[in-house]
C-alpha cells in the first residue's frame, strides 16, 4: 500500500522540519528535492540562483537517502534534506567557476571540507549558488526574489536568493565583508556568520585568510543553527580552526535563556550612511525593547575599521588572485582589477599595523558584554538598492567581520518599498550559540518574521 503524499507543499518545510518528516517517514528526500526542483523550473528564470543545476544528480543523491532510510542505516541530522552551494567551494561531482570566467569549466577533484561535512551529515547537494565575479563586488546575474529590479546582494547572491525563494531550505555561501549578512537581509532570510575559524575553508576560494568566514542561509534560527553545527569542526587543512568541542548551537538556540537578555545598540561609526528608513526603524525597535536595550558608544579609534578593513582586503586580493591578474586582467571587471592594484601598492609595514589593531578592538568589544548579551546594530544601511549594477554597501557588517565576531541577521523589518531589513545582532568572538539563544529571544519577542514596522506603501512587484 503506497504511502499518502503529504498536504503542505514540501518547499515550505524548514529544514527541522523536513529532517524530522524524512526520518519520520511522512515524506521522501526525492518528494522534497523534487519539490525543489519544481520551483526552481518555475522561478528561476526570474531569479537566477543557480550557477549548476543538474537535476538528475540531484534526484540521484535523493533516492540513495531514501534507499539508506529504508535498510535502516545511520541517519545524519540533515538526512535527505537539499542546500544550495556557493560556487566558490569545491565539489567534486560538478564544476566549480568561483563566477569569473578565467575559471569557466574548472572540474574539482575533491570537496570542500565544508561540502564533505555536509554530505557526511546526510545533506543532498542540490547545486551551486551564483557568486558575484571571484566573490567580490561584480554581479551575477542574481535579482533580488522580492523585486527582480533589486539587488539581492553579494557575493553569495544566488544562496541568499535560492532560500528567499523556496528553491531550497538551506544554502551555504561565505564572507569577507558583507557577503552573507547583507543578501540575507536584502532577500528577508536570516544569515549566520560564525565566529572567524570555527568552520573550515580548505577548497574554498581564498580571499582573504584573516577575513573570510564561511555563512549560511535558511529560513529559521533553527535551520541556521542545524547546519552550521554540522560543519563545524578542526580541520587541519585549515590553520585557523582548532581541536574544539563542536558547539551545541541547535540545543542552545531551542532554550530560552535564563533571564530576558539586554541589547547593547550601536550605531558604530558609519551610521551618517543609514538610510531615513533604517533609522526610524531601529528607534522605533529600540524604544519597542524598552530595559532590554541600552545605547553603547564606541569610542574614536573605531572610525579606522572600514579603512583597515580596505588595507588587509585589497592587499590580500592581491595575493590571492595575482595568476588571474597576470594571465587575464583584462577579463576582470574594472572594480575588482583596481582593487588588486591598490592592494599590489599596500605596504608590509601597513598591512601589520591593519591587523595589529584588530585585538584592541576585540578588548573594547568585551566590554560592551560585560552588561549585555549581544550587540544590536542594522545589518544594512536599508532596504535593497534598485539597479543590478551593484551589490549595495557592507559598512554595517565591516567591523564585525574585521574582528571574527559571530553575527547573525534577522528578517524583522520592512522598509517604505516594503522590502525587507535586517536586524544584525553580534555576539561575543566564540560565544556563538548565546548569540543564537538570544537571536531567538529577539525574534519571538519582536513577532517573527516581522514586527512593528510596517509602510503602507506597497513594493513595486509581486513578492515570492
Known amino acids: 500500500m503506497s504511502r499518502p503524499k503529504t498536504e503542505m507543499d514540501p518547499t515550505l518545510l524548514g529544514a527541522v522540519e523536513a529532517a524530522e518528516a524524512i526520518r519520520a517517514g511522512r515524506i521522501t528526500s526525492e518528494e522534497l528535492v523534487s519539490a525543489c526542483l519544481d520551483r526552481i523550473a518555475a522561478v528561476e528564470e526570474r531569479v537566477g540562483a543557480w550557477a549548476h543545476l543538474d537535476p538528475d544528480l540531484a534526484l540521484t543523491q535523493a533516492r540513495e537517502a531514501d534507499l539508506a532510510r529504508r535498510e535502516g542505516r545511520a541517519l545524519g541530522p540533515l538526512h535527505g534534506v537539499p542546500v544550495g552551494v556557493k560556487d566558490i567551494f569545491d565539489t567534486k561531482d560538478m564544476p566549480t567557476e568561483d563566477g569569473t570566467v578565467l575559471h569557466a569549466g574548472r572540474r574539482p577533484e575533491e570537496d570542500a571540507t565544508a561540502v564533505a561535512r555536509l554530505r557526511e551529515a546526510g545533506a543532498i547537494i542540490l547545486g551551486k549558488t551564483v557568486t558575484t565575479e571571484l566573490a567580490v563586488y561584480s554581479p551575477g546575474k542574481t535579482r533580488n526574489p522580492h523585486d527582480p529590479e533589486r539587488t539581492p546582494g553579494g557575493s553569495s547572491s544566488g544562496s541568499a536568493a535560492a532560500?528567499?525563494?523556496?528553491?531550497?531550505?538551506?544554502?551555504?555561501?561565505?564572507?569577507?565583508?558583507?557577503?552573507?549578512?547583507?543578501p540575507a537581509s536584502y532577500c528577508g532570510v536570516y544569515g549566520y556568520k560564525p565566529s572567524h575559524g570555527l568552520i573550515s575553508r580548505h577548497l574554498v576560494l581564498q580571499q582573504s585568510r584573516p577575513l573570510d568566514q564561511v555563512g549560511v542561509f535558511a529560513r529559521t534560527i533553527e535551520d541556521a543553527a542545524l547546519v552550521a553545527e554540522q560543519m563545524m569542526a578542526f580541520d587541519d587543512h585549515d590553520p585557523d580552526t582548532r581541536p574544539r568541542a563542536r558547539p551545541a548551537l541547535r540545543k542552545t538556540a531551542d532554550e530560552d535563556p535564563p533571564v530576558a537578555p539586554r541589547l547593547a545598540f550601536v550605531k558604530t561609526a558609519v551610521w551618517d550612511q543609514a538610510d531615513e528608513d533604517t533609522k526610524e526603524a531601529f528607534a522605533e525597535l529600540v524604544a519597542h525593547l524598552g530595559d532590554n536595550a541600552g545605547g553603547f558608544e564606541l569610542p574614536d579609534m573605531f572610525r579606522e575599521t572600514v579603512s583597515l578593513h580596505r588595507t588587509i582586503m585589497e592587499a590580500d586580493l592581491a595575493r590571492s588572485f595575482e595568476q588571474e591578474y597576470a594571465r587575464g586582467k583584462e577579463r576582470l571587471s574594472p572594480v575588482l582589477r583596481e582593487m588588486i592594484e591598490r592592494g599590489q601598492k599596500v605596504l608590509a609595514v601597513e598591512y601589520s599595523r591593519a591587523l595589529g589593531q584588530v585585538p584592541a578592538f576585540l578588548r573594547e568589544l568585551d566590554k560592551a558584554f560585560e552588561w549585555h548579551d549581544a550587540i544590536i546594530t542594522p545589518a544594512t544601511t536599508g532596504e535593497a538598492p534598485v539597479g543590478l549594477e551593484s551589490t549595495g554597501s557592507p559598512v554595517f557588517c565591516t567591523l564585525w567581520t574585521l574582528c571574527g565576531m559571530p553575527a547573525i541577521t534577522l528578517p524583522l523589518?520592512?522598509?517604505?518599498?516594503?522590502?525587507p531589513m535586517g536586524v544584525q545582532l553580534v555576539g561575543a568572538k566564540g560565544d556563538d550559540a548565546r548569540l543564537l539563544r538570544t537571536a531567538r529571544w529577539l525574534a519571538n519577542f519582536a513577532g517573527d518574521p516581522r514586527p512593528a514596522r510596517k509602510k503602507t506603501r506597497k513594493p513595486k512587484r509581486d513578492r515570492h
Do not use: F
Open 163 to 182: 532560500v528567499a525563494a523556496l528553491m531550497a531550505p538551506l544554502a551555504i555561501g561565505t564572507q569577507s565583508n558583507g557577503s552573507t549578512i547583507r
Open 413 to 419: 523589518l520592512q522598509g517604505s518599498h516594503g522590502m
